[in-house]
């Protein structure tokens, strides 16, 4: 099968955008290349043309092969929903919830899905890479394993191991991968690439070899820190941030415990004349906020608690009261209004929860989950936009009355009597750019008129060129069999 597969030393070392990087320079190549990722766990997901779910970075690797995102690029997805649980998504669809304990005797299951998936790609496109999850180097997770070696050895897939020198200790966290490897499993790797350097790469060369001698592995190159990384949706929570201004209308998102689909506010964050801060927990909500954003979260009671529990439902009245504005999108939505009901507990424990009571609205959890991409209407500025809807329940109540869209002429979201606090379902609306623009605008804000898209897609191009100077490129898409 024509595949090679990229994992790391541990997670967080760059997979995610060097797939997405080696998709592109494939593209470039004249290849027709798909991405795939075995098992994912992210909150970060995107809505597929075939009506499913997938982590946003196999989104973000599709769109550096000029494709649609599909399930298939993705057929584990799993969905933290607690500290030792998750929701376990599979080809794009919910198959149930469990506990991290219970979670390895579903793998034999979910492995079919992952070789009916995968075999579907190879046999469609040139060439498929491959993204690991966490480390292979976790061997008390090996058996059944369906996200690293298991996977690879399942199609006899080459692999390339990544190393983080950032976070130090590189040559350890290489040579040691291949110690606590069994012979079988290291046979599978082909060589291994060192990731995120920063300063003079010829310093390293002597750490660099010590690598090749000490495991015999072909090295593909030193990847020095990827400035514009920023420019790219992130994948996971601890990426989250964008360089920080001095001046601008000031967004203020907050980072709840299970935020979900946090790239909403990234083409905001790149408008020259906005200033996004991503508030982190512990901290308040500063007072020069002109806008604060609740976001989208895999649990909106159990983060409508964690909200309290920084005083942040207090320093929203208070932003309020000092005439701020306040947007919540999916579950921030849901948290805005005055009650939101679990009777079934498909979310955890069944109950109802007190909202925050600046919407007057009702939310009601329901077991359908509604996944789809919509093109809507904003009714403040009547300016069209693309998005999509990725949630449960159904929220109605007086403000409804207020729409914040209109879909197919129905009211979407809702906004209070005094058009300060407005609630939606959609996702991804400011990546819109025209619709960005009219509501910057209707804000007293000035957009820059650039076009987000094409940013990313300069931002891949940059990868993938950044890959080419200062990597074996050639040698890693050589490997494919």
Sequence with gaps: ???????????????????????????????????????????????????????????????????????????????????????????????????????????????????????????????????????PAEVNLRKNDIANMGFARAVDCPVILVGDIDRGGVIAQIVGSQAVLDHDDTEMIKGFLVNKFRGDVRLFEDGYQMIADHTGWQGFGIAPWFRDAWKLPAEDAVDLGTPRKEAGFHIVCLCLSRIANFDDLDPLGQEPDVR??????????????????????????GDLAFLREQGWDIDLLSHHRRGGRILGICGGYQMLGTRISDPDGIEGPAGTTEGLGLLQVETVMTGDKRLTEVRATHAATGAGFSGYEIHIGRSEGADRARPFAFIKGEA????????????????????????????????????????YEAGVDETLDALAAHLETHCDVAGMLGLAR
């Design 412 to 451: 979407e979201g809702a906004i209070s009597g005094d058009g300060r606090v407005a609630g939606s379902y959609l996702h991804g609306m400011f990546a819109d750019d025209s619709f960005r623009r009219a509501w910057l605008n209707g804000l007293g804000v000035e957009s820059s008129g650039t076009s």
């Design 1 to 135: 099968m024509p595949a090679i597969m990229l994992q790391g030393t541990g997670s967080n070392v760059g997979k995610s955008m060097l797939v997405a990087g080696l998709c592109r320079a494939a593209l470039r190549r004249g290849l027709k290349v798909a991405p795939f990722k075995p098992q994912n766990m992210s909150n970060n997901a995107a809505v597929t043309e075939d009506g499913g779910e997938i982590g946003r970075a196999q989104a973000l690797q599709a769109w550096a092969c000029g494709l649609r995102p599909h399930t298939d690029m993705n057929p584990v997805l799993l969905k933290p929903e607690t500290d030792i649980g998750a929701q376990v998504v599979v080809q794009g669809r919910r198959l149930t919830s469990t506990a991290a304990a219970d979670y390895a005797a579903l793998k034999p299951r979910l492995m079919e899905a992952v070789l009916e998936s995968y075999h579907r790609l190879a046999s469609t496109y040139d060439l498929v890479i491959v993204e690991g999850a966490g480390s």
């Design 276 to 301: 996004v801060t991503m508030l982190g927990p512990g901290r308040a909500i500063p007072a020069d906020a002109d806008l604060v954003v609740i976001p989208g979260t895999k649990s909106t009671r």
